[in-house]
């Protein structure tokens, strides 16, 4: 009896998560110093601007909010370069800690700014719904108080759902250095089908990381490069599909 071709092509689409963190994890060799090198540098950055904001803070309050935004978005570049670091890692070429400042790149930088923002307007709807109305309908009575959980829970659902199906689209920026709103459309392509798997392969990269955290967190020389190499086995894996 013939294969069914649609159910072979969709069963290819599908994220394997198990094979996904084991071969993450044959990654992590020879990397280490790589990512901790550019780890070291991310924390060293941190330090220094909280330095700054402890002078400016009784300075200016104008001058102190300038410098927690500039915080703000360079925490957030310097997390996308070391997500960049593992989606190369994944693909097994070459990498270095100064791939850590390939955020940095202006035209990539006002990128992942507008992906950052776009995600936040997909998920205002839910959160405001989550954090103001279900609060205001569950002090109405005990009735309302029972929808309101529902509604709550209904809320939560959309807010994980949607940052799972737009959890790829900084990759996109990153890699094929689309525009917001083309990087967001092709996370939702590439995650079709693929709820469940990136649920769970984050959970377990969660618990992984938690677990090995416990003897006083020698394991994280281990499990921090290896979440970084997890995001870039899933983006190569799912990104092929397309």
Known sequence: MANNPSKQNKNTDLLPVIETITLSWEKV?????????????????????????????????????????????????????????????????????????????LDLALKLIGVYILQILVILIPEIILIAVCPAIMAISPLWFVLGVILGIVALVAIVYLFVRMILSVAFVLDKELKPVDALKRSFCATRSNIWNLIGLSFLQMLIIIVSAIPLGIGLIWTLPLGMIIYGMAYKKLSANL
């Open 29 to 105: 060799s020879g990397a280490k110093k790589t990512f901790w090198a550019a780890i070291g540098i991310f924390f060293v950055i941190a330090i220094a601007f909280q330095f700054i904001l402890s002078l400016v803070e009784n300075v200016s309050v104008f001058i102190s909010l300038l410098f927690s935004f500039a915080f703000l978005v360079v925490n957030f570049l310097l997390q996308g370069g070391l997500m960049y670091i593992g989606i190369v890692r994944a693909k097994g070429m070459p990498i270095t800690y100064k791939l850590l400042f390939r955020a940095f790149n």
